[in-house]
C-alpha cells in the first residue's frame, strides 16, 4: 500500500517551454502534497505544501507564478515549471501525506521522482 | 527554523556496522525520520522517532535524545545495496503543515 507515482519520469524540454508533471496517490487519499526539488548530490528542498481545494503554500524564495500548483482532487496533484530555463534543470520529486488516516500521522510517501532537462 | 547537519560521507566494509549521527535545532520538534535514497530514485522510509530511546528494525536501528538534538541510523551487517545516501528528515509542527525539513545527506560507500 501507499503508492505514490509521478509522470513523467523524464522529460527533455526547450528553454522557454512549459512542462506539466503530475503525481498520483494510486492506493490512499492525499490530503496534503509537498513538492520537492533535488540538485546533483544535494538534498530535498521543498518547494511547497499542496492541500486539496486550496492555494499551495509555497516555500520562501519559489516563484509561486514559475512553479505552478494544481491540487484538484486527493489523489492528483501537478506541478508546472512554466517558461523554463536551464537553471530548473533537477530532480524533482512528490510526496503524498494521509493525514492522520496513515499509519503515522502525516507520514509522506514519496514518488519516483521526475528528471528534467531543460536545454 | 532548523539546522539539521549529517556527515557528508562514509565508507565502510561489507559486513560492518556503520553509525550516522544526525544533530537539529527546530522548534515545535514532532519526529525524526531516516529516508535512504539511491542515486536517480526517491527516498525510501527507513525508521521515525518521535520519542527518546532506540528503534530496531532488522539490520537498522535508530536512536534519538530530544535533549540533545540528537540521532543515529545504525548500519549492521552491512551490504553492497547498503551503498546509498542515507537521508535525516525532522518534522516539525508550523502552521499545521507537517513539514519535513532534510538534512544534506550522508554518501555511505560499502566496499567488498
Known amino acids: 500500500g501507499a503508492v505514490v507515482s509521478q509522470h513523467p519520469s523524464r522529460v527533455i524540454c526547450k528553454s522557454g517551454t512549459s512542462v506539466k508533471i503530475e503525481c498520483r496517490s494510486l492506493d490512499f487519499q492525499a490530503t496534503t502534497m509537498f513538492w520537492y526539488r533535488q540538485f546533483p548530490k544535494q538534498s530535498l528542498m521543498l518547494m511547497a505544501t499542496s492541500n486539496e481545494g486550496s492555494k499551495a503554500t509555497y516555500e520562501q524564495g519559489v516563484e509561486k507564478d514559475k512553479f505552478l500548483i494544481n491540487h484538484a482532487s486527493l489523489t492528483l496533484s501537478t506541478l508546472t515549471v512554466t517558461s523554463a530555463h536551464p537553471e530548473d534543470s533537477s530532480f524533482y520529486i512528490c510526496?503524498?501525506?494521509?493525514?492522520?488516516?496513515?499509519?503515522?500521522?502525516?507520514?509522506?510517501?514519496f514518488g519516483p521522482g521526475t528528471r528534467l532537462t531543460v536545454t | 527554523g532548523q539546522n539539521i547537519d549529517q556527515p557528508t560521507e562514509m565508507t565502510a566494509t561489507e559486513g560492518a556496522i556503520v553509525q550516522i549521527n544526525c544533530t537539529y535545532q527546530t522548534s515545535g520538534f514532532n519526529g525524526l525520520f531516516w529516508y535512504q535514497q539511491h542515486a536517480g530514485e526517491a527516498p525510501t522510509f527507513l525508521s521515525y522517532n518521535v520519542l527518546d530511546g532506540l528503534e530496531e528494525k532488522g539490520r537498522f536501528s535508530s536512536f534519538l535524545s530530544r535533549s540533545k538534538g540528537y540521532s543515529y541510523l545504525l548500519l549492521k551487517e552491512l551490504q553492497m545495496k547498503d551503498s546509498a545516501s542515507y537521508l535525516c528528515a525532522v518534522r516539525e509542527t508550523r502552521r499545521g503543515d507537517y513539514k519535513l525539513s532534510f538534512g544534506a545527506g550522508t554518501t555511505v560507500t560499502v566496499r567488498a
Open positions: 510526496s503524498a501525506a494521509p493525514g492522520l488516516a496513515g499509519a503515522r500521522p502525516y507520514e509522506q510517501y
